[in-house]
């Protein structure tokens, strides 16, 4: 297993760019995440999904929207970038938990960096 | 879902235990206490997690209150690659959930 997968590592781009930031997953997690941490801070919940076609809002939508077609796939798209959303990004997906063979912790990609100028 | 307190940084010697609290008095009696750390910028790595009994695993401990409003993570004899930010989250086993982190901890072990 891959686990979580996200690209690109690294992006810059320009104010009032837009991008899509994609995550997959391939062990068949109902829910996925996505949060930012900015330099020095904890995680933000942006956005999670509870199972395909099913996404709510964490703490800092603002700026940012998702979709969920499929089990594997939670892409986060940025439309017109800002300076105040450089940070680093963070997917991350997990299942139900309470059973002896599933503790339910978060699976994590190794994070997008992303830059706004 | 219930908010954790958690004190902003925290030395300890190589080779001490390392005791790391958690507040979480407004925690339901379906949410479960997990702790992450995050090395560097990596992502989160699971520790360990508890209902309301102790737990121990190859990588901590976790002491849960009889009230469970606070708990405690125990690295039995901290190493110098435990330096991370370290996180306590509460959480409810099923259905649709939100994961909120807070700012965690931030353990320094020294030589």
């Known amino acids: 297993n891959a686990g979580v997968t996200q690209t690109p590592k690294f992006r810059i781009l320009k104010i009032g760019q837009s991008m899509t930031l994609q995550c997959t997953q391939d062990m068949n997690h109902n829910y996925m995440y996505w949060y930012r941490q900015d330099p020095g801070m904890g995680l933000k919940l942006i956005y999670y999904s509870v199972g395909a076609g099913i996404t709510d809002k964490g703490e800092v939508p603002n700026g940012y929207n998702v979709s969920r077609s499929t089990t594997e796939d939670f892409p986060l798209r940025l439309e017109l970038a800002a300076p105040s959303q450089t940070s680093v990004y963070f997917c991350?997906?997990?299942?139900?938990?309470?059973?002896?063979?599933?503790?339910?912790?978060?699976?994590f990609g190794e994070g997008s960096r992303l830059t706004v100028l | 879902d219930a908010k954790t307190t958690q004190p902003t940084s925290m030395d300890c010697a190589e080779g001490r235990a390392a005791n790391l609290p958690c507040n979480h008095s407004?925690?339901?009696?379906?949410?479960?206490v997990y702790w992450y750390r995050q090395i560097h910028s990596q992502g989160p790595q699971y520790i360990i997690h508890g209902l309301k009994n102790n737990e121990t695993n190859e990588m901590a401990s976790l002491i849960i209150t009889e009230d469970r409003k606070s708990s405690t993570l125990i690295l039995p004899h901290a190493t110098l690659r435990d330096t991370a930010v370290y996180y306590c989250?509460?959480?409810?086993?099923?259905?649709?959930?939100?994961?909120?982190f807070g700012a965690g901890t931030r353990l320094f072990v020294k030589a």
């Open positions: 407004t925690i339901s009696g379906n949410e479960y």
């Open positions: 989250i509460v959480r409810v086993a099923t259905g649709g959930f939100k994961t909120i």
């Open positions: 991350a997906s997990t299942d139900q938990q309470g059973t002896n063979t599933n503790t339910g912790e978060l699976f």
